[in-house]
Protein backbone atom coordinates (compact mmCIF):
# COMPACT_ATOMS: atom_id res chain seq x y z
CA UNK A 1 0.00 0.00 0.00
CA UNK A 2 2.92 2.32 0.95
CA UNK A 3 4.44 2.12 -2.49
CA UNK A 4 1.43 2.71 -3.92
CA UNK A 5 1.22 5.41 -2.69
CA UNK A 6 4.45 6.46 -3.45
CA UNK A 7 3.78 5.79 -6.80
CA UNK A 8 0.31 7.74 -6.96
CA UNK A 9 2.53 10.77 -5.73
CA UNK A 10 5.02 10.43 -8.03
CA UNK A 11 3.12 10.23 -11.01
CA UNK A 12 0.90 13.57 -9.61
CA UNK A 13 4.04 15.24 -9.12
CA UNK A 14 5.44 14.04 -13.16
CA UNK A 15 2.00 15.34 -14.07
CA UNK A 16 2.28 18.76 -12.27
CA UNK A 17 5.51 19.51 -13.71
CA UNK A 18 4.91 18.51 -17.27
CA UNK A 19 1.34 20.67 -16.80
CA UNK A 20 4.03 23.73 -15.33
CA UNK A 21 6.50 23.19 -18.13
CA UNK A 22 3.57 23.30 -20.86
CA UNK A 23 2.61 26.40 -19.34
CA UNK A 24 6.06 27.95 -19.19
CA UNK A 25 6.25 26.60 -23.15
CA UNK A 26 3.48 28.24 -23.90
CA UNK A 27 3.91 31.67 -21.73
CA UNK A 28 8.01 31.47 -23.91
CA UNK A 29 6.08 31.37 -26.88
CA UNK A 30 4.37 34.68 -26.49
CA UNK A 31 7.59 35.99 -24.93
CA UNK A 32 9.45 34.87 -27.79
CA UNK A 33 6.66 36.92 -30.35
CA UNK A 34 7.78 39.45 -28.12
CA UNK A 35 11.18 39.46 -28.06
CA UNK A 36 11.54 39.15 -31.92
CA UNK A 37 9.95 41.96 -31.77
CA UNK A 38 12.26 43.67 -29.72
CA UNK A 39 15.63 42.46 -32.20
CA UNK A 40 14.12 44.14 -34.97
CA UNK A 41 13.51 46.87 -33.22
CA UNK A 42 17.19 46.69 -32.13
CA UNK A 43 18.48 46.29 -35.49
CA UNK A 44 16.99 48.95 -37.08
CA UNK A 45 18.13 51.63 -34.05
CA UNK A 46 21.51 49.94 -33.70
CA UNK A 47 22.79 50.34 -37.13
CA UNK A 48 22.70 46.22 -38.09
CA UNK A 49 21.22 47.41 -41.49
CA UNK A 50 23.38 49.90 -42.42
CA UNK A 51 26.43 47.65 -42.97
CA UNK A 52 24.87 44.57 -43.14
CA UNK A 53 22.11 44.67 -45.50
CA UNK A 54 22.73 46.10 -48.80
CA UNK A 55 21.24 49.28 -49.84
CA UNK A 56 20.32 50.18 -46.55
CA UNK A 57 21.01 53.27 -46.03
CA UNK A 58 20.98 54.71 -49.96
CA UNK A 59 17.02 53.56 -49.67
CA UNK A 60 16.09 55.28 -46.56
CA UNK A 61 15.59 52.16 -44.99
CA UNK A 62 13.36 50.65 -47.46
CA UNK A 63 14.40 47.45 -47.96
CA UNK A 64 12.10 44.25 -47.35
CA UNK A 65 12.42 42.75 -44.31
CA UNK A 66 13.05 39.41 -46.27
CA UNK A 67 16.67 41.38 -47.56
CA UNK A 68 17.91 42.41 -44.41
CA UNK A 69 20.96 41.19 -42.78
CA UNK A 70 22.32 39.08 -45.66
CA UNK A 71 26.21 40.72 -45.61
CA UNK A 72 27.02 43.13 -47.85
CA UNK A 73 30.68 42.42 -50.51
CA UNK A 74 31.63 46.11 -50.12
CA UNK A 75 34.80 45.99 -48.20
CA UNK A 76 36.21 48.84 -45.10
CA UNK A 77 39.80 49.48 -45.95
CA UNK A 78 41.93 50.63 -43.59
CA UNK A 79 45.27 50.11 -41.66
CA UNK A 80 43.81 46.48 -40.00
CA UNK A 81 43.24 45.60 -44.06
CA UNK A 82 39.65 44.90 -45.67
CA UNK A 83 36.68 43.42 -43.42
CA UNK A 84 33.05 42.99 -44.94
CA UNK A 85 29.88 43.23 -43.13
CA UNK A 86 28.89 39.07 -42.41
CA UNK A 87 25.93 37.97 -43.43
CA UNK A 88 24.75 37.44 -40.19
CA UNK A 89 21.45 35.63 -40.97
CA UNK A 90 24.53 32.57 -42.18
CA UNK A 91 26.05 33.34 -39.46
CA UNK A 92 23.57 32.98 -36.39
CA UNK A 93 21.99 29.77 -38.12
CA UNK A 94 25.39 27.89 -37.14
CA UNK A 95 24.84 28.73 -33.41
CA UNK A 96 22.80 28.45 -30.54
CA UNK A 97 21.66 31.61 -28.63
CA UNK A 98 23.83 30.86 -25.74
CA UNK A 99 26.78 31.09 -28.45
CA UNK A 100 25.53 33.83 -29.78
CA UNK A 101 25.28 35.87 -26.49
CA UNK A 102 29.33 34.62 -25.45
CA UNK A 103 30.05 35.66 -28.79
CA UNK A 104 28.73 39.16 -28.50
CA UNK A 105 30.20 39.49 -24.98
CA UNK A 106 33.72 38.51 -26.15
CA UNK A 107 34.57 39.49 -29.57
CA UNK A 108 36.69 42.10 -30.52
CA UNK A 109 35.68 42.06 -34.48
CA UNK A 110 38.01 44.49 -36.83
CA UNK A 111 36.94 48.27 -37.50
CA UNK A 112 34.52 49.05 -38.46
CA UNK A 113 32.09 46.60 -36.44
CA UNK A 114 31.54 48.71 -33.10
CA UNK A 115 31.72 45.33 -31.43
CA UNK A 116 31.64 47.17 -28.08
CA UNK A 117 28.26 48.36 -28.91
CA UNK A 118 27.06 44.61 -28.92
CA UNK A 119 29.43 43.80 -25.35
CA UNK A 120 27.35 46.69 -23.98
CA UNK A 121 23.89 45.31 -24.61
CA UNK A 122 21.91 43.85 -22.00
CA UNK A 123 21.78 39.93 -22.35
CA UNK A 124 17.77 40.88 -22.49
CA UNK A 125 18.57 42.66 -25.85
CA UNK A 126 21.24 40.12 -27.70
CA UNK A 127 18.70 36.90 -27.35
CA UNK A 128 15.87 39.34 -28.99
CA UNK A 129 18.33 40.41 -31.38
CA UNK A 130 19.38 36.98 -31.99
CA UNK A 131 15.66 35.67 -32.13
CA UNK A 132 15.10 38.30 -34.65
CA UNK A 133 17.77 37.56 -37.13
CA UNK A 134 16.77 33.72 -36.54
CA UNK A 135 12.99 34.52 -37.79
CA UNK A 136 14.60 35.72 -40.78
CA UNK A 137 15.81 32.29 -41.97
CA UNK A 138 19.16 31.28 -43.64
CA UNK A 139 19.55 33.23 -46.74
CA UNK A 140 22.24 34.72 -49.09
CA UNK A 141 25.35 34.24 -49.35
CA UNK A 142 28.67 34.19 -46.59
CA UNK A 143 30.56 37.83 -46.92
CA UNK A 144 34.00 37.63 -48.59
CA UNK A 145 36.82 37.00 -46.34
CA UNK A 146 39.01 39.07 -44.85
CA UNK A 147 42.02 40.91 -46.68
CA UNK A 148 45.27 41.31 -44.83
CA UNK A 149 47.02 44.87 -45.25
CA UNK A 150 48.89 45.34 -47.66
CA UNK A 151 46.56 42.70 -49.91
CA UNK A 152 44.52 44.18 -52.59
CA UNK A 153 40.58 43.59 -51.95
CA UNK A 154 38.71 42.40 -54.86
CA UNK A 155 35.58 44.41 -55.68
CA UNK A 156 34.29 48.00 -53.76
CA UNK A 157 35.77 49.32 -50.68
CA UNK A 158 35.43 52.16 -48.37
CA UNK A 159 38.76 53.55 -47.48
CA UNK A 160 39.98 54.81 -44.31
CA UNK A 161 42.47 56.86 -44.23
CA UNK A 162 45.83 56.90 -41.52
CA UNK A 163 45.68 58.09 -38.36
CA UNK A 164 47.25 60.90 -38.03
CA UNK A 165 50.85 60.74 -36.62
CA UNK A 166 49.39 62.85 -33.25
CA UNK A 167 46.72 60.20 -32.57
CA UNK A 168 48.60 57.53 -32.96
CA UNK A 169 51.16 58.54 -30.35
CA UNK A 170 48.20 59.69 -28.36
CA UNK A 171 46.33 56.28 -28.19
CA UNK A 172 50.04 53.92 -26.95
Request: proline share 10%; aromatic share 8%.
Amino acid sequence: MKARLHSIAALALAAGTLSLASQANAAGAKDDGASVERGRYIAKIAGCNDCHTPNYPASGGNVPEGEWLVGVPLGWKGPWGTTYPANLRLVMAKMSEDEWVKTARNAQYRPPMPWFALRDMSEHDLRSLYRFVRSLGAAGEPAPAYVPPGVAPSGPVVSFPEPPKAAKQAAR
